[in-house]
């Protein structure tokens, strides 16, 4: 069902330029602090692509998409970015320590051209809404550049890890790509450009249906401008360079498949009241104050041995942490009219019964963050509270096989659900369309 390609990818010349210095994370993850940064590191670096600075004398025909693209062919010129001779696909392989723990693991994919479908052919399925604005700036850049600069994180199945075997030989020789990322990450690419090793994963490929992990907004941009090139001809070409986008294709059943939870802080509630919370939430929740000390665990470990057996959340007050436990029934019956795939999230009950139910957070407000914001690290969710926020909520992460059951019934799920660990480096390859 999916359809990918070989593809002559341009990529930066390691001669002239210190990878480390010059590819960046995701645009989304890039922090106004990280845009800096990435400015200083290098004249080069992809940041200036893709979250370039506006400028005070920024017009219609002079501004951050127009000089994307003067970047990107300067940068051609010159050879700092350079075009593979022949086409191939590229395994890239990301070996790290899991957040929070000491597990080395590596997770591998494949960089490779994937068919553009719209979602109603069922082969290409999200997990996620996406915003209009975000999906405006980078059709606005691709429009520009017309390049891809990020592949989309797309998950299939393969229980038995059949994709790649067909390419685990290649790994033992040197890689064409070997840096170390912000986060200790070790991001290692291969180029494969074997014909017949190409075919073969083209063909196991073939068998399956994809999921996107990250990079929704950035796929539903190439839709967009796939159609309008599609307007401008007045016909479909399907092998022009615009029908395909460039992906990382995971398998779901990788070990090194991590999602992180994503915590919630609540701020800004001027009748927020801790008894009166902890009070309300009894009705649908057990709840125990955690000594931390006297348990010589963390919340965040006691968390985990909660979930095992069902939902569970640590409210973190000033006055210190609480553990709730959900009454499975009761929350069932609260949240009887949601589907059963949506109601067994635990983020699902957070926002319905916590945030709106308890604490009387609509989800107009929410979907505006006026008094919610996310938080990776529980630390940093936790330190939010101390410098004044009303209250943070601790989660476990969602299972693969939640995202998985979701999506290819065709639903989605709430904002902030996943947090795929480690993130796909921007700028390894790219994808030119001209």
Known sequence: MAEILPFKALRYDPRQVKLEDVVTQPYDKITPEMQTRYYDLSPHNLVRIILGRPGD???DVFNVYTRASEYLH????????????????????????????????????????????????GVIHRHEQTHTKPREDRLNLLRAARAHFGQIFMLYSDPQADVEKILAKAAEDDPDISLLDEYEVLH????????ALVSAVQEKMRERKLLIADGHHRYETAL???????????STDANAPHEFVMMTLVRMESPGLVILPTHRIIHGL?????????????????????DVRAENRSATTLLGEAGQDGTAFVAVTRQGPYLLRARKEIVSEALHSIPDRQSQLDVVKLHKIVLERILGISEEAVR????????????????WVRQGANVAFLLNPVRIDQVKD????GEVMPQKSTDFYPKLLSGLTIYALE
């Open 368 to 383: 505006n963050q006026e008094n919610i914001k996310y938080e990776r690290d529980a630390f940093e969710a936790i330190s």
């Open 57 to 59: 004398t920024d017009t």
């Open 74 to 121: 300067d940068w051609r010129a010159a050879g700092i970015v350079k075009q593979d001779s022949e086409p191939g696909i590229y395994l890239y392989s990301e070996t790290f320590t899991v957040p929070g723990t000491r597990d080395l693991t590596e997770r591998r994919g494949i960089i490779a051209l994937g068919k553009l479908h719209d979602y109603a052919d």
């Open 270 to 290: 001027p009748t927020f009241d801790r008894e009166q919370m902890l009070e309300t939430a009894k009705t649908f929740f057990d709840i125990e104050h955690i």
């Open 406 to 409: 979701i999506a290819f019934a």
């Open 224 to 234: 967009a401008y796939r159609n309008e090139q599609r307007a401008k001809t007045g």
């Open 188 to 195: 290692r690419v291969w180029r494969i450009t074997d014909p």
